[in-house]
Structures are given as structure tokens and as C-alpha cells.
């Protein structure tokens, strides 16, 4: 195996256990509350950004709809919490489940289009899932559920003095997504994936089971992402369809790998740090203006660094990597 390649590998997890060690740290001396809800919100973007990378960055199939999964998530955690008092760790592991099962039976028809046809199908898709929450009166209907609290517990997990809790958890989550795809990279499924992306005629003539391969990084971004969304309900204590299946959930998903670096290891978390404190501040201080001044912020950020770095900001660290080296 190439010892430069090893190297790198290693380099990346221990800088990776520094980062967040010092994630750690940091909620200890930030006591606004605020702030705190702003990195919370940061780490979870990053950890569902770096499961929707595997499907669409890894694997290159673009998908805009995985909020559905988040969403399903979301209500599965919710509904076995409020209507039949299961914990919501075990809501958790039944929405990952789900979505992941479901992600597969949409993936049977859904992986035979290409290209821009795919992208439209999870749109289309998720969609239709949020109307048939939206009219689903046991799960709230469009009023939502209200998720009752019991009091500051772990095993329920509900806080409401405090929000280090949801932090700390949201940094073990965002650890554990960086980490499946660390080790998920340099994994037969990890090249199958690559080699998927960039011709998939090609892989399939050297023996890569290129259905099979989308199916498995579908189920592995699906059950990853409702853990976020199972996650975000336990946050909130409410949710409803809009507020948990809306396509902005898709985008903000999304935006983070791109704007970091789609299909790279530390993209998704270096556009989420960048993307989503700008996005909740520019919500917060000028978004209340009823012009949509903080969405042009916003979206010009975005269009700046696109068209000044289209691999990403990452780019910019390999590039200069690649100087120091000559």
C-alpha cells in the first residue's frame, strides 16, 4: 500500500480527534445561549452533510431529497415517544432502520435513471412524503406533535436547563458520520463507489456491482440522516411536516458538501462551519426585514465561492499542500 496514502490516512484521524477535543472544550467557555444553539445546529449540518456526501459525493448520485429521511427520523422518534412512551434512543435506531429500508425500495426504481432524472425522482419523492404526513391525522397532520417534557434526563433525552447536552451529542454524531466515511473510504465499497461516480459502464466491466453498490451507500446515508432527524426532534420538542420535511432540509444538507468540497472527507464539515452560522445569523439579525435581504446574502456567498473555487474550499488546501511539496 502506498506510505504517502497510509500517512494521510493516519494524519486525518488524528487531526480529527484534536478538532474535536477542542470541540469539546470550546462549549465550556461560550455561555450564551445563542451560540450555543448555533453550534449545536453547525454540528448537526455537519454530520448530516457528511452522510448525504457518501450517497451523492461518494457515490455521485445526486440526491435533493433526503429529507424525507430526516424527516422520518423525526416522526418515528417522536410518535413511539408521545403515543407509546418508547425511548427515544430506540426511536432513533427504528427511524434509521426505517429510512434505510425505505431508501432501498425507492432506490430499486430510482437508481435506473441517470443524472438529472435521479435528482427530480428524490424530489418528487420527498414531496409526495410530505403530503402524506401532512394529511396523516394519527401523526399530527399538518398541526405537528407536540413532544411532552418529562423532566432533564438522559435516558429520555430532554434538557431544558441546558444545551451542552444536545451539543455534546451532536459532536459525537457529527465524529461518528466523519468517521464511517474515514473508514468507509478505504473500504471495497468505498472504491466501488469512486469508481461508480466516475464511469459506472467502466466499473461494471471490472466486476463492481454498481446496483448493489448505490443501494448500500443509499441505506448507510438514509439511517444516518434520520439519526439527525430523530436527533432535531428531541432539540425542537415539536415538530411538524413543514419544519422537518421541507426541501430546504435537502439544500442545507447539501449546500455544505458543495460548498466545502463534494465527495472529499473534510468538506461537508468546513462548509457546515462557514454555511450554517452565517445562515443563522443573517436569519436572525436581517431576516426579519420581510425583504429577504439575509437569503441574498446568503445566496451570494454561495455564487462567490463557486465560481471562485468549483472544487470547493478544500481545493484550496490541496493546492497549497501541493506547492509546499515541490
Same mark, same amino acid.
Given at each position: 500500500? @502506498?506510505?504517502?496514502?497510509?500517512e494521510r490516512?493516519?494524519?486525518?484521524?488524528?487531526t480529527a480527534a484534536g478538532?474535536?477535543?477542542v470541540?469539546?472544550?470550546?462549549p465550556?467557555?461560550?455561555?450564551?445561549v445563542?451560540?450555543? %444553539?448555533?453550534m449545536?445546529l /453547525?454540528?448537526?449540518y455537519?454530520a448530516? =452533510?457528511?452522510s448525504? %456526501?457518501?450517497? =451523492?459525493?461518494y457515490?455521485g448520485?445526486?440526491s435533493?431529497?433526503?429529507a424525507?429521511?430526516?424527516?422520518?427520523?423525526?416522526?418515528t422518534?417522536?410518535?413511539?415517544?408521545?403515543?407509546?412512551?418508547?425511548l427515544p434512543?430506540?426511536?432513533m435506531?427504528?427511524?434509521g432502520l426505517i429510512?434505510?429500508a425505505?431508501?432501498?425500495?425507492?432506490?430499486?426504481p430510482c !437508481?435506473?435513471?441517470?443524472g438529472?432524472y435521479? $435528482?427530480?425522482? /428524490?424530489?418528487v419523492?420527498?414531496e409526495i412524503?410530505?403530503?402524506?404526513?401532512?394529511n396523516?391525522?394519527?401523526?399530527?397532520a399538518?398541526l405537528?406533535?407536540?413532544?411532552?417534557?418529562?423532566?432533564d434526563?438522559?435516558l429520555?433525552?430532554? !434538557?431544558?436547563r441546558?444545551?451542552l447536552p444536545y451539543?455534546y !451529542?451532536?459532536? *459525537?454524531?457529527?465524529?461518528i $458520520?466523519?468517521?464511517?466515511?474515514?473508514?468507509?473510504e478505504?473500504?471495497?465499497?468505498?472504491y466501488?463507489?469512486?469508481? *461508480?461516480?466516475d %464511469?459506472p459502464q467502466?466499473a461494471?466491466?471490472?466486476?463492481v456491482?454498481?446496483?448493489n453498490?448505490?443501494?448500500g451507500a443509499?441505506?448507510?446515508?438514509? !439511517?444516518?440522516?434520520?439519526v439527525?432527524?430523530?436527533?432535531?426532534a428531541q432539540? *425542537?420538542s415539536?415538530? @411538524?411536516?413543514?419544519?422537518v420535511?421541507?426541501?430546504q432540509?435537502s439544500l442545507?444538507?447539501? #449546500?455544505?458538501? *458543495? #460548498?466545502g468540497g463534494i465527495g /472529499?472527507?473534510?468538506?461537508?464539515? #468546513?462548509?457546515a462551519?462557514?454555511?450554517i452560522?452565517i445562515?443563522? #445569523?443573517?436569519r436572525?439579525?436581517i431576516?426579519g426585514?420581510g425583504?429577504?435581504v @439575509?437569503l441574498?446574502?446568503?445566496?451570494?456567498?454561495i455564487v462567490?465561492?463557486?465560481?471562485?473555487?468549483p472544487?470547493?474550499?478544500?481545493?484550496?488546501? =490541496?493546492r497549497?499542500r501541493k506547492?509546499? /511539496?515541490?
Amino acid at each position: 500500500m @502506498d506510505k504517502q496514502f497510509v500517512e494521510r490516512r493516519r494524519r486525518d484521524l488524528i487531526t480529527a480527534a484534536g478538532l474535536a477535543a477542542v470541540a469539546a472544550i470550546v462549549p465550556l467557555f461560550v455561555k450564551d445561549v445563542y451560540v450555543q %444553539n448555533i453550534m449545536v445546529l /453547525t454540528l448537526m449540518y455537519a454530520a448530516l =452533510s457528511q452522510s448525504w %456526501n457518501i450517497l =451523492s459525493g461518494y457515490c455521485g448520485q445526486i440526491s435533493l431529497g433526503h429529507a424525507l429521511y430526516f424527516g422520518l427520523g423525526a416522526y418515528t422518534t417522536a410518535l413511539l415517544f408521545t403515543k407509546l412512551g418508547v425511548l427515544p434512543w430506540f426511536g432513533m435506531i427504528a427511524g434509521g432502520l426505517i429510512s434505510a429500508a425505505i431508501a432501498m425500495a425507492l432506490g430499486y426504481p430510482c !437508481f435506473r435513471l441517470g443524472g438529472h432524472y435521479f $435528482a427530480i425522482a /428524490t424530489i418528487v419523492i420527498a414531496e409526495i412524503g410530505l403530503l402524506l404526513i401532512q394529511n396523516w391525522d394519527w401523526a399530527g397532520a399538518a398541526l405537528g406533535i407536540d413532544i411532552p417534557v418529562r423532566g432533564d434526563s438522559w435516558l429520555k433525552f430532554q !434538557f431544558t436547563r441546558s444545551k451542552l447536552p444536545y451539543f455534546y !451529542f451532536a459532536l *459525537v454524531l457529527a465524529c461518528i $458520520a466523519w468517521f464511517v466515511t474515514w473508514w468507509l473510504e478505504d473500504s471495497k465499497w468505498g472504491y466501488w463507489w469512486r469508481a *461508480v461516480k466516475d %464511469n459506472p459502464q467502466a466499473a461494471e466491466s471490472l466486476g463492481v456491482v454498481v446496483f448493489n453498490s448505490k443501494m448500500g451507500a443509499a441505506a448507510v446515508s438514509a !439511517f444516518l440522516v434520520a439519526v439527525g432527524g430523530s436527533f432535531y426532534a428531541q432539540f *425542537v420538542s415539536y415538530i @411538524d411536516p413543514g419544519s422537518v420535511m421541507g426541501f430546504q432540509f435537502s439544500l442545507l444538507m447539501a #449546500l455544505p458538501a *458543495v #460548498l466545502g468540497g463534494i465527495g /472529499t472527507l473534510w468538506g461537508p464539515l #468546513l462548509g457546515a462551519v462557514i454555511l450554517i452560522p452565517i445562515t443563522e #445569523l443573517t436569519r436572525s439579525y436581517i431576516g426579519g426585514s420581510g425583504r429577504g435581504v @439575509d437569503l441574498i446574502v446568503y445566496g451570494a456567498l454561495i455564487v462567490l465561492i463557486a465560481l471562485a473555487r468549483p472544487e470547493g474550499l478544500v481545493g484550496l488546501f =490541496s493546492r497549497r499542500r501541493k506547492e509546499a /511539496t515541490r
